[in-house]
């Protein structure tokens, strides 16, 4: 199909523009249903402990639009290293590992530069700008401020899907 695709558009580009806008668009609709469903579903059972999520407060919609940038970032992403490895197999791989292994395993060695590189990488850089804290179960990302993180998953979005760019430019189907 890419190559009927790249045939009728031969300037590439665009038809990586026009993948990654519906991914986005889809992506932030499908995750604003689910968060809100979940917040529904799960309303009666935190409602007796206390700990439904107040509406009329900044920290709460700070958390769901960040969750919505975090996954368009991540499927962003996953479409940049994906048009850069022409492999679903291995777009995938890449992916969860950057995206869910590498934090994980990083995280247990106690080197100082790891644990900065550990801090860049997107799931604890997410961190950062869905609210951390003192009360935060997880220390991923204290080292950055809200927009570093939020800047640096920008990165992983962005510079994947350029080279993508560049690389589907000049290559053929």
């Known amino acids: 199909m890419i190559r009927s695709t ?3 558009v031969p300037t590439r580009v665009p038809v ?7 991914l ?4 932030v609709v499908i995750a604003t249903v689910s968060i809100a469903l979940a917040y529904v579903v ?6 007796d402990l206390d700990l439904v999520p107040a509406l009329d407060q900044a920290r709460t919609w700070q ?13 962003l992403f996953a479409l940049g290293v994906g048009t850069l490895l022409r492999s679903s197999t291995g777009a995938i ?3 969860l590992t950057v995206l869910l292994l590498l934090p994980g395993v990083l995280s247990f060695i106690s080197l100082n530069w790891v644990q900065t590189v550990v801090d860049y990488l997107p799931l604890p850089a997410s ?9 935060s179960l997880s220390s991923a990302g204290e080292e950055l401020s ?17 080279a993508g760019a560049v690389v589907l430019r000049h290559r053929d189907a």
Do not use: C, N, Q, R
Request: a negative charge.
């Open 6 to 8: 790249l045939a009728a």
């Open 16 to 22: 990586l523009a026009a993948k990654a806008i519906v």
């Open 24 to 27: 986005a668009v889809l992506t």
């Open 42 to 47: 799960t309303m009666p059972l935190l409602a």
């Open 63 to 75: 958390v769901f639009g960040g969750t919505v940038y975090f996954l368009v970032a991540a499927g």
């Open 93 to 95: 791989t890449v992916a």
């Open 127 to 135: 961190g950062a700008f869905l609210g951390g804290g003192e009360d």
């Open 146 to 162: 809200a927009v570093t993180g939020l800047l640096v998953i920008a990165a992983y979005a962005v510079v994947p899907l350029v």
